[in-house]
């Protein structure tokens, strides 16, 4: 092979190669710099629009969201700032109603509806076998189960787990330390705050009804439909 017929060798190859590389150019001019408005980088990428909502950080509904799963480290539901929990006045120590009965190692057991004064410090569980209602503010140190509905007073706490079958009320400014599991429906007033940043928590109900700002740590479940109400 002479000199000639090399140089048109390698002329050959080179157009060759070109028009074989050149319908890949848009691609590669893509790739080394994006031009589409859809375009992002993964740090930058979100999930799809769901009526699930799940973060590691805070996360708030205003009113008027709809909602059924949520789950992060703090759930506002409402605006605002949520109003710390009033101080506890003076209590005086709750004595078991006649009938009751020692209920585990410091409970009771009440064999019907179930209704405590303000002002009364409850030290143990408690198993109601109708409703409960306790008057607030006031505290009590254990959980709480209860056969029918189940409401706290304005300022009560309630250290342990609350479980109805029935529905539950929250009134305003009422803390809840456990899980909160309502059959029926859950009525979440101004102030409530259920969980801590350092104990997370469930709350679950076939529908909720929150009030605003309400504060929950951990995770909110409505079974049939959460709604945030409006002003």
Known sequence: MNTEQFLWSVLFLLVTAGLLALPFYPAWAEWRQPRDHQACSAGAWTRPPSTDAHTAGTLRLAPGAVFDVLQSACVVLGSGPVPPPPPLPRLLRWQPPA?????????????????????????????????????????????????????????????????????????????????????????????????????????????????????????????????????
């Open 99 to 231: 009938g009751a009965r020692p209920w585990g190692v410091h409970g009771w057991h009440v064999g019907h509806d179930l209704d405590i004064a303000a002002g009364h410090l409850v030290p143990c569980s408690l198993v109601v076998r109708g409703r409960l209602s306790l008057q607030g503010p006031g505290l009590i140190e254990g959980d709480v189960k209860a056969r029918g509905n189940l409401r706290l007073g304005a300022g009560s706490r309630v250290e342990g787990n609350l479980f109805s079958e029935g529905d539950i009320w929250l009134e305003p400014g009422c803390t809840v330390g456990g899980l909160v599991m309502a059959e029926g429906h859950l009525h979440l007033d101004e102030g409530v705050v259920i969980g801590s940043p350092q104990h997370r928590v469930s709350v679950c109900a076939d529908v909720i009804e929150a009030h605003g700002p309400v504060q929950v740590h951990g995770s909110v479940q409505a079974r049939l439909a959460g709604h945030v109400a409006g002003l």
